[in-house]
Structure formats: structure tokens, C-alpha cells
């Protein structure tokens, strides 16, 4: 007959019962089995997360999805589709009031001057837009600028056209004539300006109040702590090749900004690009610049009622991606 | 006595204004034929002694060994060259910073930057990646040549490829590169970007030929160019030459393109802001390259085990 098993030790009870309970955390440290995905429309401030991926300095397991807008990008993330996005403040508070609880990794830009408005020939200043059709993209942003705009030029909203253009027809409805003013940015901008559209209004105006930041889901902070972190040394790594190598970065760019690589560098006027130490001012310390204009964006939303009531802040700002300095 | 001093002022102040209308001289790099070089250059001459108020202004051609040596000795007062050269001389001369810098316009394109081209015979079907120049012949012009041989050697350390040990320098011109690879003496060659079309252009070379390997994607660019781009030739000016002329001088350059007469003599040269060299610099330090120094005082730098001038 043969002898009944031995029963196991208490030690080993203990080790297989110790096993048991980190269990979860184990399954929670496994490596994430879809690529962290970021969605990103193709802005100038973006652009050296995708000079990154184009250079190898990306490692495998970040996937950049290009979207056609700024709205499809917060659809995406919105949907969970994407575990990052990149979007305007404005619309992480947007969303964030929706109950999708992002958060600010990092800034990619800060507007100086990049977002404008612009007039047709008869459109030469500020007052000349009463009763005039202005062209803006159904976002955050567009609002943001169009109520600025109209409160720099002492108008109400009942005082002008309001014409919703989706980004990818704006070029086309100013062309056709079909507006007399337009709320964009570049590469719009820059086309409408060399055919001889008026600047009206730009962000200079408006300073600190439009950044655009990598917002992410609860998830990724949770499985792709690695990946983040890669994504964002990347950016910084493609940013410092801007700056400091700018004939070879310009004409790289141009691959995803199109048209001649010498002109490309001529995208980024009107932003401010800050590097890491910069971002740490931003996000990181006892009072990180960030939650100063987010309180500022969130008051001028609900003032314009893009929010309904005062952006919660808690928890926006995930400074711990940041290379440490 | 004072009369004797009035004579010795009125000597001195003759002096010096015979002085101040001596010919000025410009030295340029000979990357290409002296002939082709001379060419180019000669209408800036023409050009820049008008903008001088009728001073004659001559030029140089000269390679790599005799500019150095005319810089050392101070027998130019303006130099064009590659900008790695231009900071090699800079740590044995106290040269002013670049004036302007060269652009080269071609079809629509106008760019102030440059690269290095690595090519081959078109039907070498054994040499597609960088990888495959390990074990092969290569000729450069220059071990100073930045288009010619330190964007390519930056590239391959970038990729983690070896320099190939049968590297020959040749020296200038260029074109020496482009026919030792034609006649097969060697199996690639490294030129900078727009020399294969520029011999191409005058009838010298057939580019059917050749291939560019690792070419990369640059829209607007219009050479073809296998390396990162780095900022064209710098204008600069030797300590001697006085600053009224140094200053008048440069606003002549960066005012040559509304010239009607002579912004289309210069062979599809022109001239820019000065470019920031700190992408050459970089790629010098970055390599452990840089030119022993007068005093050729060394270091040995012992967290890249190479030697180095203390330059940096």
C-alpha cells in the first residue's frame, strides 16, 4: 500500500499562501498586451512625438494613431479606444467634466501666438466682424478663441454668424467665399496669411490660457508606467534635436507637415516648446503652473458656458513620467 | 620740432590710407575643380569691391592644407569653407563668428543646409545598407570634409557600424571621389549632397550611373543625401580686417539677393543669416574630432578612449 503523500511544510504552506495574495498585483505588473496607443492630430506642438517614432527613439509597444482633429482625438480616448491623447487643456477639462477621468502628463506647448483669427479683405479689423459669418471648429478651442475674440471686439454672439467648419473643410469654405472670418491655426494659418488674410486676434492675447498636453486614462497610468515614461523621453529627446539640429529636424517634419522641409520650421512660430525642466515648473512642485491656468481656463468655460460648472481639479496633474532632472 | 612731427603724422596717416585700400582677399575652399570654384566665386569679387566703394577684392581657391596655412599666416582676410573646418580654425585662429551663410538655390528650392551623399555603382546590388559598407573600399576627399566624410562617419557610429578599415582619403576635389568609384578603384565613396548633381549638370558624370544608399526622406530637399543635414558653408573674417569693412561686407552679403545685377552670377549661390554651427559642433565632439591645437597640447579623454585636441 502505498504511503499517503507527506503534507507540505508550514513554511511551504506559507510561501504558496504568500503566492496567492500578491497574485493580483502579479498579473497587474505583466507586460500590457495591446501597444499604449496615442491619438494625435497632425499639430505642429505633436510633432516631435512623431519625429521620435520616425528616428527610432521610440520603443516598440507605443503606437502614434493620427487622427484628422482634435475632436476625433477625444472621441478616441473618450471611447477608451486610445489610452492617450493629445489635446488642448480646454478639452481635458471638457472631458473631464463628462466623467472621463483624465489626467496631464505633460505639456507639449504652450500657444503664443499660433491660434488666430483671421479676416477676409473686407475684414481688416476687430470691429469689422459685426454681422460677419466666422468659420470655427466645434471644439473646446474654437469656442475658446471665438469668445475671446468677440469680447476683444466688444460683440455678443448674437452679433455675428456663427459657421461650424470641421478642420479638414476650412481651407475650402474660406476659399469658396463661404466665410468671412476664420478661428485656426496652422497649417491653415500660414496659407490663409501668404494669400493675404488679415490677422485679427491671436493667442498672444491670451497668454498661458492655451496648452496643449498628452492626457491619459486611468489605465495607462496604471499598466503602461514604462511605456509613458519612454513616449515622453522620446518627445523630449525629438525636441532637443529641434532645437539644437533645426536645418535636419525642419526637413524630417515636413514629412507629416508637408510642402518644403526649408519652410517648415516656420510652423512653430507662436509656440512655446518647454523642455523637461520646463514641464517639471508646469506640473510638478506644491504649485505647479498648470492648475493656475486650468483654474483660469475653467472660469472663462463656465463664463462662456463650455463647462457647467467649475472644473474639479484634483487629480489632473501626473507629473511622475517626467524624466527626473 | 612740431613741423618735423606734422611731416612723421602726415607719413603715418598716408600709411594707413594706403593701408585701409589694400586688396582684401577671400579664401575658398577648392571641394570642387579650382576652375569650377574660381568660376563660381569670381562675380562675389566683383560684387562686394563695388559694395566697397571700388577696393579690389581677389580670391583664393585653395584646399584644405593651403587655407588652414593662409589663415595661419593671416595672407587672407575673409574665408569660405565647411563649417567644420571653419571650427577646426577657430581653435588655432581668433576668427570672428560666421558672418553669413551660403545657400544654394536649385529649381524652387533655396536651403541653407547640407549633408553627405554615399554612393555607389548603380549595378553594385551587394551594397544596399549601411551595414554592407563594413567590409567594402571606401574613398572620402578629407578626413576635415564635412559633407565629404564626417556626416557619413557620424551616421555609421549613429547606427552602430563600424567605420570601414579600407577608408582612402583623396583629396579635393570631390570629383576625385565620384571617379574613383566609376572606375571601380573603390566600391563606395562619400561626397557631400549636390555634388553628383552638380556633375551631372555641367556634363560631367552621367548620376545614371551611380545610387545613393541610406537616402533619406527629406521633402524639399533637392539633392540626394544620405546623412543628417548641417548647416552650409560659413562666411567669416580673419581679426585683421577692420570692423567698418567686416560690417560692410556682411551687409552686402545678406543684401546680394535683391541685387538685380548679381544675385544670379553666383552659380546658384547665395547668401543667408548665419546658421548656429552648434549642430557641427556636436557632431565633432560627439565623434572625439577636432584639430590638434599650436601648442598641440593633448588630452586623452578616458570615457571615450579616444585622443582629443582640448577644445571642448
Keep these: ?325 | 620740432m612740431i613741423r618735423r612731427l606734422f611731416g612723421l603724422a602726415l607719413f603715418l596717416a598716408a600709411f594707413v590710407s594706403l593701408a585701409a585700400e589694400a586688396p582684401l582677399t577671400i579664401g575658398v575652399l577648392t571641394h570642387r575643380p579650382t576652375e569650377v570654384v574660381t568660376a563660381r566665386w569670381q562675380p562675389l569679387t566683383v560684387y562686394l569691391s563695388r559694395a566697397l566703394g571700388g577696393r579690389e577684392v581677389r580670391l583664393k581657391p585653395a584646399g584644405y592644407a593651403e587655407l588652414t596655412e593662409l589663415l595661419d599666416r593671416q595672407a587672407i582676410d575673409f574665408a569660405l569653407t565647411n563649417p567644420s573646418h571653419f571650427i577646426a580654425l577657430r581653435q588655432r585662429n581668433p576668427l570672428t563668428g560666421a558672418l553669413a551663410t551660403m545657400i544654394v538655390h536649385d529649381g524652387d528650392h533655396s536651403v541653407n543646409a547640407y549633408g553627405g551623399a554615399i554612393i555607389v555603382r548603380r549595378e553594385r546590388a551587394d551594397i544596399r545598407r549601411l551595414a554592407d559598407l563594413s567590409d567594402k573600399r571606401i574613398v572620402a576627399v578629407a578626413p576635415s570634409s564635412l559633407g565629404g566624410y564626417l556626416a557619413q562617419r557620424k551616421e555609421l557610429h549613429e547606427k552602430g557600424i563600424a567605420l570601414p578599415r579600407a577608408l582612402h582619403f583623396v583629396g579635393e576635389p570631390q570629383d576625385k571621389v565620384v571617379e574613383a568609384v566609376l572606375r571601380g578603384e573603390a566600391d563606395a565613396g562619400f561626397v557631400r549632397s549636390g555634388v553628383i548633381e552638380a556633375m551631372s549638370r555641367s556634363g560631367l558624370l552621367d548620376g545614371e550611373r551611380l545610387r545613393v544608399i541610406n537616402a533619406q526622406n527629406l521633402p524639399g530637399f533637392p539633392h540626394a543625401v544620405s546623412t543628417r543635414l548641417y548647416p552650409e558653408w560659413p562666411f567669416f573674417a580673419l581679426p585683421h580686417v577692420e570692423e567698418d569693412v567686416v560690417r560692410r561686407v556682411t551687409a552686402a552679403l545678406l543684401l546680394l539677393a535683391d541685387d538685380p545685377v548679381f544675385r544670379s552670377t553666383l552659380d546658384r549661390r547665395g547668401f543667408g543669416v548665419a546658421a548656429d554651427c552648434l549642430p557641427v559642433e556636436n557632431l565633432l565632439r560627439s565623434l572625439c574630432v577636432c584639430r590638434p591645437s599650436k601648442r598641440r597640447r593633448r588630452s586623452h579623454s578616458p570615457t571615450s578612449g579616444c585622443v582629443t585636441s582640448p577644445c571642448w
Design chain 1, 1 to 325: 500500500m502505498p504511503s499517503p503523500a507527506p503534507l507540505p511544510s508550514r513554511r511551504a504552506l506559507l510561501a504558496v499562501l504568500a503566492g496567492l495574495t500578491f497574485a493580483p498585483w502579479l498579473i497587474g505588473c505583466a507586460r500590457p498586451q495591446r501597444p499604449l496607443s496615442v491619438a494625435s492630430h497632425l499639430w505642429p506642438g505633436y510633432l516631435p512625438m512623431f519625429l521620435a517614432r520616425d528616428e527610432g527613439w521610440l520603443p516598440p509597444g507605443i503606437e502614434l494613431r493620427k487622427t484628422a482633429s482634435p475632436s476625433e482625438s477625444m472621441h478616441l480616448i473618450e471611447r477608451g479606444e486610445v489610452l492617450a491623447a493629445a489635446l488642448t487643456l480646454d478639452e481635458v477639462l471638457r472631458l473631464r467634466a463628462a466623467d472621463v477621468p483624465l489626467a496631464v502628463a505633460l505639456v507639449f506647448n504652450i500657444s503664443s501666438g499660433a491660434d488666430m483669427v483671421l479676416g477676409r479683405e473686407a475684414v481688416r479689423q476687430l470691429a469689422d466682424l459685426r454681422g460677419r459669418r466666422i468659420g470655427v471648429e466645434v471644439s473646446a478651442l474654437g469656442a475658446l478663441m471665438l469668445a475671446k475674440t468677440l469680447t476683444a471686439a466688444k460683440l455678443t454672439p448674437e452679433d455675428v454668424v456663427v459657421v461650424p467648419l470641421a478642420l479638414d473643410i476650412q481651407e475650402k469654405a474660406w476659399q469658396a467665399g463661404q466665410i468671412d472670418a476664420l478661428v485656426c491655426f496652422e497649417p491653415i494659418a500660414g496659407t490663409l496669411l501668404r494669400q493675404g488674410a488679415h490677422l485679427l486676434f491671436d493667442s498672444r492675447a491670451l497668454p498661458n490660457l492655451i496648452l496643449d498636453v498628452l492626457a491619459i486614462r486611468p489605465e495607462a497610468a496604471i499598466e503602461y508606467d514604462e511605456a509613458l515614461r519612454a513616449l515622453i523621453a522620446g518627445h523630449f529627446r525629438a525636441l532637443a534635436h529641434l532645437h539644437t539640429h533645426p536645418q535636419d529636424a525642419g526637413y524630417r517634419l515636413a514629412v507629416h507637415l508637408g510642402g518644403d522641409g526649408g519652410k517648415a520650421l516656420d510652423a512653430f512660430r507662436g509656440l512655446i516648446l518647454p523642455d523637461a525642466t520646463a514641464n517639471r515648473r508646469l506640473l510638478a512642485g506644491s504649485s505647479p503652473e498648470l492648475l493656475r491656468a486650468a483654474r483660469e481656463i475653467s472660469t472663462v468655460m463656465v463664463g462662456h458656458r463650455l463647462l457647467p460648472a467649475p472644473a474639479q481639479l484634483a487629480g489632473l496633474i501626473r507629473a511622475d513620467y517626467l524624466p527626473k532632472s
